[in-house]
C-alpha cells in the first residue's frame, strides 16, 4: 500500500509557474507507475501526465504537453509536476496517483492509490 500527499498547490498569474510535489509513504514507490491528474467542479477528473516506475518513460495530454513536465525521485520517494506557461483553463484540483501496473499510452486507468488534491488556480 501506498500514501500519497501532494503539496505546491497555489495562486499564480497566467504565464506563470509552479511545481507540484507527490510525497510517497509506504511500500517502493520506485515500483509504481505514476500519474497526475486534474479536476475542476462539474466536470470528470482528467489525466494529466505519467511517468513509469524508473522515471525514463512519460506520457503527456495535450494540452499539457511542452508546458508541463513529469519527474520523480525515487529515492526521495517523491514526484512532481513543473507547470509552466500557466492558462485559465489549468485551474484545478491536482492529484497525484500510483499504480503497479506498467506505464501504458494511451492512459489505461488502474490508478489505485490516490492523493488528496492541491488546489492549482491560475488567474488572468
Known amino acids: 500500500q501506498v500514501q500519497l500527499v501532494e503539496s505546491g498547490g497555489g495562486l499564480v498569474q497566467a504565464g506563470g509557474s509552479l511545481r507540484l510535489s507527490c510525497g510517497a509513504s509506504?511500500?517502493?514507490?520506485?515500483?509504481?507507475?505514476m500519474g497526475w491528474f486534474r479536476q475542476t467542479p462539474g466536470k470528470e477528473r482528467e489525466y494529466v501526465a505519467q511517468?513509469?516506475?524508473?522515471?525514463?518513460?512519460?506520457y503527456y495530454s495535450d494540452f499539457v504537453k511542452g508546458r508541463f513536465t513529469i519527474s520523480r525521485d525515487n529515492a526521495k520517494n517523491t514526484g512532481y509536476l513543473q507547470m509552466n506557461s500557466l492558462k485559465d483553463e489549468d485551474t484545478a484540483v491536482y492529484y497525484c496517483?500510483?499504480?503497479?501496473?506498467?506505464?501504458?499510452?494511451?492512459?489505461?486507468?488502474?490508478?489505485?492509490?490516490w492523493g488528496q488534491g492541491t488546489q492549482v488556480t491560475v488567474s488572468s
Open positions: 496517483a500510483a499504480k503497479r501496473n506498467p506505464i501504458t499510452t494511451p492512459e489505461k486507468g488502474g490508478f489505485f492509490y
Open positions: 509506504g511500500r517502493a514507490f520506485s515500483a509504481y507507475t
Open positions: 511517468i513509469s516506475s524508473s522515471g525514463g518513460t512519460t
